[in-house]
DNA sequence: CTTAGCACTCCTCCCTAGAGAGTGCTAAGA
DNA sequence: TCTTAGCACTCTCTAGGGAGGAGTGCTAAG
């Protein structure tokens, strides 16, 4: 375990280098975190630091960088919790204030929220719709021949789509159809469907079974190809701000990674329920963002159901700050959820 | 107007240019593009180019490169029209036989494709959806307190949002409501509610004069604040493959552009119904986008209602190969709208 | 254990010189 | 009159070398 002294000549590297994206040197630790000791005292503790694997040096003549290892000390145990500026907070609160309650553009603005007071990167990996629960199944007369097919599910997920209608069914007969289908489906999800559901359906609808089975076949595609885990980007740009990603060609290997949607759930597969998570540089599996952090967690929507939201910047990013924003837009985020789903 | 061979060194100059990245000299040109001619009189005529306009010397021991005149020139004039390879036209094509025929997946699938295949940036500006008639609106009943607002105009646009019921109305009462409501406002444009409008609503459903004017407030949120002329873009990380934009600054100002939704409403107010425009470099009236060219399009939904399509790229894009996309994307497109509308 | 002093290392910046690319001009040839 | 070879000239780009500076590690004294 390091020593009181360690610990704040440590907890001054790296604020200075979060800060300042140079390499500290002993005469500024010394001289602007005022330890009380002259900065050859600072060196010899530096090199200590750096032989125990706290901090590197790019080269000979040059300052101090934290090491991962490093961070992590600082993370677990240096970092103070911030608090958030009153201006943040209220941006935060007057966002999630609008009128639209749908949970896609609450996760919109949550991004946008993120990305805006963090100037990080922000993901949302939407829930596992195929293991919700259906809620409802409508079609809703549009004109002789279209209609447009609605699937809720328990989690207040909603997936639309203008389909083909058989002229020969009748309006009467769609009411009826999306009652059997509801009636049938409900509570189940769609990994539950099996062939005995199928049948059952069958047994009721035997007439119009070519349409049921356009119909859930259409369903399976919504929900389970098309919105499943559903990856959203936001604050892209921001890293560009970054003075580590000055070279394109950084920037440019994050961005592949974030542009993969199965990188960025294989990313995310960090969040963890109920805490914050901080991934740093090589904690995190795949090569091109471990230059980078990751500070993840989870929200809830419904009763088991889960979404995660992640931050990404530079090793270098000021995480209590982060994860002071990640808290509180999460906290108002469930919040609203818990409003709106009446979970 | 310039002759015969004045336009072939034109030509031989942007082409290698769009292909290099380097200014073209007249070796380059004698040797690669067989004119019969020294360099010498290369260099003739590309003193005269440069008089007249055409051309443009980084500095004086450097060769030509073309000026937005000499690309306009080359667009309106000297480009010959591409065809398609057959893996792009197969690509476009698989595109748009996907199950899903919303608007909003295709046009999603419409910027993924030519970005694709482009692989320059792609915007999209949906239509104001604010002057699309409104064909139905219709509460689906969800739980005692909730129901889904479901709102659908002529040209298949779907907007829908969970929203709050009084525990006083009955499944029934909504019914009703929405019938009422359809019935009212059938064949109306947001745009178009008067007050003669609502006080006719009144008279027939005054018992829920509050639920109905929070219902409206909300059409009026859905149609015309959040979604009316809404704003896609993709392909943006491509721009960082392009040469000149391998100085963060350049690449920065583009994206400051296009992070603003107004921004890309005024750049894509270039495209007209019918035709392909061009523009080139200082033609488009924004200044951090005039070392850019944008390729327009429109695309019909419906009758008389347009989206647009812009594919961003370097002044030194490859006009003839990025027309040819827009111009098969934007027709299947199209194709595809047109029998999903029904229009 | 702390600290002042000092030699040492290595990066960064700046300057210069040389190479190379491409030009414009000139004069001769068709 | 147009074309072309030849050549001097201009300008950029790159490599190399030295000065300056920041920061270190070591040593010896307090």
């Not at 911030?82 to 966002?95: D, P, Y």
């Amino acid at each position: 375990m390091l020593d009181e002294r360690k610990q704040r000549v440590l907890q001054a590297i790296i604020e200075d280098y979060i800060l300042t994206a140079l390499p500290v040197g002993s005469r500024t630790v010394a001289r602007k975190y005022g330890l009380g000791v002259s900065s050859a005292t600072i060196r010899n503790e530096m090199a200590d630091l750096e032989e125990m694997g706290y901090l590197e040096q790019p080269h000979t003549s040059a300052g101090r960088i934290p090491s991962d290892k490093g961070y992590r000390f600082y993370v677990d145990w240096l970092m103070k919790s911030a608090s958030l500026s009153e201006e943040h907070l209220r941006r935060i609160h007057k966002g999630y204030q609008k009128k639209a309650r749908e949970i896609e553009s609450l996760i919109q603005e949550t991004i946008k929220v993120l990305s805006e007071i963090t100037d990080y990167m922000t993901v949302v990996l939407g829930p596992q719709i195929s293991r919700t629960k259906l809620e409802q199944i409508h079609f809703l007369n549009l004109s002789a021949n279209s209609a447009l097919f609605v699937v809720v599910t328990t989690v207040g997920f909603v997936e639309k789509c203008i389909v083909d209608i058989p002229e020969s069914i009748t309006s009467d007969e769609l009411e009826l159809i999306s009652e059997v289908l509801t009636h049938h489906l409900k509570g189940k999800s769609v990994e539950d469907i099996t062939r005995s559901t199928l049948s059952d359906i069958r047994m009721d609808l035997g007439k119009y079974q070519d349409f049921i089975a356009a119909s859930l076949d259409l369903l399976e595609y919504l929900l389970n190809q098309r919105k499943d885990e559903r990856v959203w980007v936001g604050g892209k740009t921001n890293i560009l701000n970054q003075p580590e990603f000055q070279s394109i060609e950084k920037a440019r290997a994050v961005f592949s990674v974030i542009d993969q949607e199965e990188l960025v759930r294989d990313l995310l597969s960090a969040a963890t329920p109920g805490s914050i998570r901080v991934s740093i540089g090589g904690e995190n599996r795949i090569e091109e963002v471990q230059d980078c952090s990751l500070i993840s967690a989870t929200f809830r929507i419904g009763t088991d159901t889960y979404g995660k939201i992640g931050i990404i910047g530079p090793k270098r990013m000021d995480y209590s700050h982060t994860v002071a924003a990640l808290e509180c837009v999460e906290k108002a985020l469930s919040e609203v959820l818990c409003r709106v789903i009446g979970a």
